[in-house]
């Protein structure tokens, strides 16, 4: 599971820009699945059809990371950006960035102190170690990604883009260990999360699901002076039951919460104050979707440096695995 | 030119039948079909003459301006008004406007100077500050001649600054009467494809239009065109203008709304290169586009934006240049006359 995480995490995969991590999934699937292909929008669906009398189901994990577009080329080489999804200028500062043909950047601050107290992104700027204009000219509109190496703590993992790369991992992995279910199972790794849910939602249409599940990456409040929400690392994923922009299918949620208890799955309630995911998408698709959300509890997400528990990430494989083997009725 | 005259049109959004009369009037000879729908889109087809079944492109632009709508008639026959769309409260006062159905021309309240403070100079006067005067002198007459809900737009008449050089022009709604004259431009060519020109509606108001046309055209492809952003004015620090006047046609890589499809975007620098049609690229981040709305119709569509750089867009005067104007026509129509092969 380490391996894969690492091996998911790491490569590069803005949003509009995820041809390569799309690439690195369909290789891991292809073989598991009965049908495979990529949409408009370059949502990659991966179908496991089901034994039959079952329900349609879209399950959700976007391959898309937070980054920056290259909108300025000055004249001594040096690039400015505009945030692609909810960057933080706070997490930057003598940080890398990689674009997709592997050149390096550094984010470096104009003055110091002044970037102490406010830091803005407008006041950032990327080194690639150009010297002029006409070197670095055909930057102009290229996206970049964080660049931060897998690490593994032990029960706790970190890397950069684990929202939502680690959805991507436990949907490989329900796909691979899934041996039987009644129902037609869309794997969508989905485009475009981060700016806006766009990949998802034309993905939905698409699909046209009975019922739509999204994995992604919750707020672990567990760390010092965090917002007062219940969830923590290491109690096991969250059965979502509201965030910014939904209130989740309240038969869904239930059937999760009781899956979990009748499988002796540790699991945890979200109630996530702000913030969104897929599943607010698939809800408002064409006459509606019953939708829900399972969550891997996350530390210092949308930094380069997002901290799971591995325990939390195989519960949140266990707790799938379990819900698709049997029928459904919500 | 018709360019000017849609420039000079009253449209404010939900208002636009003076565009669509212009346009349709225009293109009825030209084009197999015209209809408007139940937002006020303008949807013009031309069948493709290559062999079925044929790819459906859209090429859309957007017939409404940012504008004003009355919301109350004072006592004293001033006209209370709100904005339509992001019209900047900064460049209100002292404006001369056109109101309502029978287009009378009025004025928006400014104190004269010598009445104001210093400190009330510094402040910038809110919509709800300021007034049109029509020149009636009480509320039952203004009551003869607007109502609640009638619009206003900027009065502003479509010059040439300059014949020669970037053939420079100046006019109001540019954002987006430019997008709507190329789009009729394209009218006059034959392509293989099925073109579906849509002259959309309220798009100031929220890409309104754009995404019930996109959702009943159901198009496989999808250019949206504009008149954008053009801030390329003396800048301190070596920084990026949006777009700069007279570099040609702007391609949208990434903005508020969508991330245009690589493919169109490398189709459209393929074509005018081999054409040798200037083009730039608009500065990633800023702004959004009808191509927000059509982009994520259904279960999607490839989608890109065009734009004609206009300086001082939803103020009442754009500045624009005609040699731009052009190089948009050529670089689309070569697009579309690429179509369906150059795709994928």
Redesign the interface.
């Given at each position: 599971m380490k391996e894969l995480i690492k091996k998911l995490t790491e490569p590069y995969g803005p949003s509009g820009r995820e041809e390569q991590i799309r690439a690195i999934i369909r290789a891991e699937v292809e073989s598991f699945a009965d049908e495979i292909r990529v949409d408009t929008m370059g949502n990659l669906i991966a179908l496991k059809k089901g034994t039959g009398q079952g329900k349609k189901m879209m399950l959700a994990a976007h391959m898309d990371e937070i980054g920056l577009i290259i909108s300025h080329v000055d004249e001594n080489g040096f690039l400015r950006a505009q945030g692609i999804g909810g960057v933080d200028p706070m997490t930057m500062s003598g940080g890398r960035v990689q674009f997709a043909d592997g050149t390096v950047g550094v984010l470096a601050p104009e003055k110091r102190p002044e970037f102490r107290k406010e830091p803005d992104l407008a006041k950032l700027y990327i080194d690639v170690g150009a010297t002029s204009r006409e070197e670095a000219a055909a930057r102009l509109g290229q996206a970049v990604g964080f660049l931060r190496p897998f690490t593994d703590m032990g029960q706790r993992v970190v890397a950069k883009a684990m929202d939502d790369r680690i959805g991507c991992v436990v949907l490989v992995e329900t796909m691979r260990r899934l041996k039987i279910s009644p129902h037609d199972l869309y794997f969508v790794f989905t485009v475009q999360e981060e700016v806006g849910l766009r990949g998802a939602q034309t993905g939905a249409f698409g699909v046209e699901p009975d019922i739509g599940i999204a994995v992604d990456v919750t707020i672990a409040a567990d760390t010092p002076e965090a917002p007062k929400m219940a969830m923590k690392l290491g109690q096991g994923p969250c059965v979502k039951v509201k965030d910014g922009r939904m209130l989740a299918h309240p038969g869904l949620k239930d059937l999760l919460i009781n899956t979990a208890e009748a499988n002796e799955i540790p699991y945890q309630l979200e109630v996530l104050a702000w913030g969104s995911t897929d599943a607010a998408a698939m809800q408002l698709s064409r006459g509606g979707v019953p939708a829900g959300c399972v969550s891997i509890p996350c530390r210092y997400i949308h930094s380069p440096s997002e901290m799971v528990d591995i325990g939390d990430v195989e519960n949140a494989v266990k707790l799938l695995l379990a819900l698709l083997a049997n029928p459904i009725e919500i | 030119m018709l360019l000017e005259n849609l420039s000079n049109a009253f449209g404010p959004s939900g208002s636009e039948d003076e565009v669509r009369r212009l346009l349709a009037r225009a293109l009825r000879d030209k084009v197999d079909d015209l209809q408007t729908d139940a937002l006020g889109n303008l949807i013009a087809f031309k069948k493709g003459t290559g062999p079925e079944p044929r790819m459906k492109v859209m090429v859309d632009a957007h017939t409404d301006e940012v504008g004003l709508m009355i919301t109350r008639i004072d006592k004293d026959g001033l006209l209370g008004f709100r904005a339509i769309g992001g019209v900047d409260a900064r460049l209100l006062m002292a404006r001369g406007v056109i109101v309502g159905e029978k287009r009378l021309p009025g004025v928006i309240t400014a104190p004269p100077i010598h009445l104001t403070k210093p400190e009330q100079r510094q402040q910038i006067a809110k919509i709800d500050q300021l007034a049109i005067d029509i020149g009636a002198s009480s509320a039952d007459e203004a009551k003869g001649l607007v109502k609640m809900g009638d619009y206003a737009a900027f009065d502003t008449r479509f010059e040439v600054l300059n014949e020669e050089g970037l053939r420079t022009v100046k006019g109001k709604a540019f954002d987006d009467r430019m997008g709507c004259a190329v789009a009729a431009a394209l009218a006059d060519g034959k392509y293989a494809v099925d073109l579906y020109l849509s002259f959309s509606a309220q798009e100031e108001t929220g890409l309104r239009g754009a995404r019930v046309a996109a959702y009943r055209i159901e198009p496989d492809l999808a250019f949206a065109l504009e008149g954008t952003i053009c801030d390329d004015m003396p800048k301190d620090k070596?920084?990026?203008p949006t777009t700069e006047l007279g570099k040609g046609p702007a391609i949208s890589?990434?903005d508020r709304s969508?991330?245009a499809d690589q493919r169109l975007v490398r189709l459209l620098v393929n074509q005018a290169e081999a054409n040798g049609i200037p083009y730039q690229?608009k500065?990633?981040?800023?702004g959004g586009t009808d191509a927000g709305a059509i982009?994520?119709?259904?279960?999607?569509?490839?989608s890109v934006a065009v734009s004609v750089p206009s300086r001082y867009i939803h103020s009442p005067v754009s500045v624009a240049s005609l040699n731009d104007f052009d190089n948009t026509v050529a670089l689309m129509k070569a697009a579309l006359l690429a179509l369906p092969g150059a795709w994928n």
């Open positions: - | 070596d920084v990026s890589i990434m969508f991330v690229f500065q990633p981040g800023t982009h994520l119709s259904k279960a999607g569509v490839p």
